[in-house]
């Protein structure tokens, strides 16, 4: 008896279901390109529970036959393919010709449409795969797509999905990917019978403003750079305005796209100008001849292959890097005035780097409210009277007081440009990075807390912020981990987010910034990802963000206090980076310095 055998359509529908439709998201993505493809100015889609329960897309486009409508729920049957040599240049969304059947094969889809110039319009349903007859149907004009009860026949597969908050977030998303992809076409997104986005045919700039906030615009450099085949156009976020996790958004011929080689580029750009816990953000349009980039790579559709990839790259990379240079992001904006030192420079935003610098301390932004240290201690008047007391008979230099074993990093003497920390020890000088100090510190001590709890710091009155679909799913289902890190975050409505307690160590922290850069970290990997194996990178960040940052004045008291910690905190050489925290200069290298004694 053979072994081998043919696998029924059936079940190699529900096979190419698991590639193609892996989410509600991913079904919401397919009809909305079918629409594009099919011509629409206006689509409009109804979700309910985040799209497991339904998910209808209408559209004004050209319609299907009568005849075709069983064709168009079949796999591998498609109006925009019909040789090998289309593939060489695709230029539709969708091509592949089973997104439908697929769907149609693990849930209630209904295909009702009206083809241009036809006077009645034509109904096919199909259930868990099993195809009905085709039946008259009320409808205007063009098609409309419902599907019901998402994985109804394949219950092991809908027990993947995640809380019905998580996938509405993820539904949104590739509504907003699709909607900034294409600005000319209007289109509205219902959620359980609310009216989330009803966007008009517009420019992109109103697109990008309207959906992902005119801050983004206000923020960003406009790139529009052309060279040969390719064009790029869009915005980049200038990186005094970058947050630690900024939208990234790239589109190839209209198509959204997470490719490698236009997200190195991207990098490259911002490599000189941004810091590392921060991230680029920008919405960008590719465009280029079709015949130089293969979409079909797979199934998904968001992945490609540029056939001149280093060209790409290089056009990119250049291009971004123009935009920014010409907004002035390469150099640090700051005034006559702050320069001759006549006013306080200003602060730099929560998360913007500290420690790379002068270029540090002027920033374009309003200043926040600064944090404190959570550090407290006295300086030995008895030292500091030695130090600056009369130099000895017969001495060329003040008389160096024994700071004792206890205290290798010695005793602040002042502060240099609001950055580093100038301190005496008895082998000579210490210069110290206050924030990379200050970041060890904080997260070797919360590493410590972690082990058991992170104790929490409610607060007074409650920071607020407007927030994606995706962050506020991210509080409900991360809540255990969000409490052990120390948040108290709660939902004030759909798009609207409290944080009402923060961790102790970090209770002076920007609570909006620290909260949405811990959603983000949230998100990417999951709860007790974060917990366990990403758990350094998420203290990481959590400790960046809560550093004293550049610029910010310090007692003696609070400098002493910084050196205490450091001598008493594991690792204290490095900040979490990797970059040293402090540079002893010896009495030794001061002399040569100076030619002493030759």
Known sequence: MSAIHALSDHLINQIAAG????????????????????????????????????????????????????????????????SVDDLEAIATLGFRGEALASIAAVSRLALASR???????????????????????????????????????????????????????????AFRRIALAHPDVGFTLQHNGRVVHRLLPQGRRARVEALLGDAFVDGAAVVDARA???????????????????????????????????????????RDVLHQDRQPAYALWLHLDPRLVDVNVHPQKTEVRFRESGAVHQFVRGAVLRALADTGALQPAVSAAEKLGLVAARTPPPGS???????????TSAPPRQQGMALGSAEPAAFYARLFGERPAGGDAPALPDTGDDHPLGFALAQLHGVYVLAQNRAGLVLVD???????IVYERMKAMLAVRVPQ????????FAATPLEVAAVDEHAAALDRLGFALSALGPATLAVRGLPAPLADADAVTLARSVLHELREYGGSDVLDAHRDELLSTMACH????????????????????????ERAGQCNHGRPTWYQLTLADLDRLFMRGR
């Open 19 to 82: 590639e193609v439709v892996e989410r509600p998201a991913a079904a919401l993505k397919e009809l909305l390109e079918n629409a594009l493809d099919a011509g629409a100015t206006q689509i409009d889609v109804d979700l309910a529970g985040g799209g497991i329960q339904r998910i209808r897309v209408a559209d004004n486009g050209a319609g299907i036959e009568r005849e075709d409508l069983p064709l168009a729920v079949a796999r591998h049957a498609t109006s925009k393919l019909a």
């Open 115 to 173: 083809a241009a110039q036809r006077p009645h319009a034509w109904r096919i349903e199909v259930d868990g795969g099993t195809v009905g007859p085709t039946a008259p149907a009320a409808l205007a004009a063009g098609t409309t797509v419902t599907i019901q009860e998402l994985y109804f026949n394949t219950p092991a597969r809908r027990k993947f999905l995640r809380t019905e908050a998580t996938e509405w977030g993820h539904c949104d998303e």
């Open 228 to 270: 040969g085949p390719l064009s790029l156009a869009g915005f980049a976020v200038r990186p005094a305005y970058a947050a630690a996790a900024g939208g990234q958004y790239a589109f190839v011929n209209g198509r959204f796209v997470r490719d490698r080689v236009l997200a190195h580029a991207l990098r490259e750009a911002y």
């Open 353 to 363: 780097p500290a420690g790379g610098g002068a270029s540090a301390a002027a920033w």
């Open 434 to 440: 206050m924030h990379a100090a200050h970041e060890r």
């Open 457 to 464: 710091q409610p607060l007074l009155v409650p920071a607020t």
């Open 546 to 569: 809560g550093a004293v940052r550049a610029n910010r004045a310090l007692s003696p008291p609070e400098m002493n206090a910084l050196l205490r910690e450091m001598e008493a905190t």
